[in-house]
């Protein structure tokens, strides 16, 4: 079997060590490391990589900030540079991050055309590619975008509303686009087995420009909000505590048991989104949902599962931009105590049955095995 060469963001090595000691869950290695129990020849490195101190270098830099100032996806073809020997040894290249994936294709069509390397490019966001672009660059990225997505053998996609827009938006190979099922490790997110439906307090977390927690903040309840991001500065108020929180920066970051027991010992869990086609929040809310927790989402037009999240069932979904709706949920949990109950113990099936890394890791072999 030929090598495959996979790119992920970076702090791999440090979230490997956190696995092994049972303080970080499986969910952040994406089902590589059960390709590579399946006997996959795979080299596994990060995609950050600091750039050398050499004039050409600072220059190229230079230009790609501006690039990434303008978008949300940023294009940096010095860093598949840096990385060009060893990707040129291998058979297929897989990039499981927005950023590098469309790097790879920006590279292979401009600057090295004729090379005819495999590439696979994982998205997580490619429909809302655009949302930030001014009008006046906004054809202009089109047709770059067109040809980069031209030049990936192979596109994953990871929410079904994403694949069919992008499909459609610039005009894809419905063949060469393909989904991952995201899962998460129920083994380390779990419930506590303690009763929180008198927990005072609500929890919100993420990092990603997709959450709208601009919305959160006017929502009106008795319980205490606490929001864990890096998109808010921090506060601490009676009703409302904010911590800051971004994984690279060990002082303000909050550690995966942290993260944990804020899930477990809180009433609920809200996941406020803007209506985008990415499907943002699938991480947070189901690892919430496997923690035993009532989980209150934004059903956005990007919602990753829309057949498996039922309503006031193992769910509760709520309308975006729309802090009334997630106020009428909150209360709604607070005096119906069977209805908390009972869409907890759902929550936890749902997961279990549909969103574990065992389910995954097939989605992830399935499509890693056309690559042997």
């Not at 509760?316 to 005096?335: F, R, Y």
């Amino acid at each position: 079997m030929s090598k495959i060469l996979v790119f992920d963001k970076g702090g791999r090595k440090e979230r490997i060590n956190l696995i092994k000691k049972n303080k970080a869950p499986r969910d952040f290695l994406q089902g590589i490391d059960f390709l590579k129990i399946n006997n996959f020849d795979i080299d596994h490195l990060s995609s950050s990589i600091k750039y050398k101190r050499k004039i050409p270098y600072y220059l190229g830099k230079y230009l790609e900030q501006i690039f990434s100032m303008i978008s949300d996806i940023g294009i940096r073809p010095l860093s598949v540079f840096q990385f060009r020997k060893k990707i040129n040894k291998a058979k297929y290249v897989v990039s499981l991050t927005d950023g590098f994936s469309i790097s790879l294709g920006f590279y292979y069509y401009f600057f090295d055309k004729r090379n005819k390397i495999k590439l696979v490019g994982a998205f997580h966001k490619l429909s809302d590619y655009n949302k930030k672009l001014p009008s006046i660059f906004k054809e202009f990225y089109y047709q770059i975008f067109k040809r980069i997505l031209k030049r990936l053998d192979f596109i994953i996609f990871y929410g079904p509303a994403d694949r069919e827009n992008s499909i459609n938006h610039f005009n894809l190979d419905r063949n060469k686009t393909f989904m991952i099922k995201f899962g998460v490790d129920t083994k380390f997110w779990h419930p506590n087995n303690k009763n929180n439906f008198y927990s005072d307090y609500l929890f919100s977390i993420g990092q990603d420009p997709s959450r709208d927690f601009q919305t959160l903040l006017k929502v009106k309840t008795n319980k205490k909000l606490h929001i864990h991001t890096s998109l808010l500065d921090p506060v601490n108020k009676k009703y409302l505590k904010i911590t800051n929180g971004i994984y690279n920066n060990t002082r303000n970051s909050f550690s995966d048991l942290k993260i944990r027991k804020l899930y477990q010992d809180s009433f609920a869990v809200i996941v406020p989104l803007k209506n985008v086609f990415q499907p943002s929040g699938y991480s947070v809310t189901l690892q919430a949902m496997a923690c035993g927790k009532p989980v209150i989402l934004t059903l956005t037009k990007g919602l990753w599962a829309p057949k498996l999240f039922r309503n006031f069932e193992n769910c509760i979904l709520v309308s975006p931009n729309n802090p009334i709706e997630i106020e009428e949920a909150i209360k709604k949990l607070e005096n119906e105590p069977k209805i908390y109950k009972s869409i907890s113990k759902e929550a936890c099936k749902t997961v279990e049955k549909y969103f574990s890394l065992k389910v995954a890791n097939e989605s992830t072999l399935k499509i890693f095995k056309m690559f042997r």
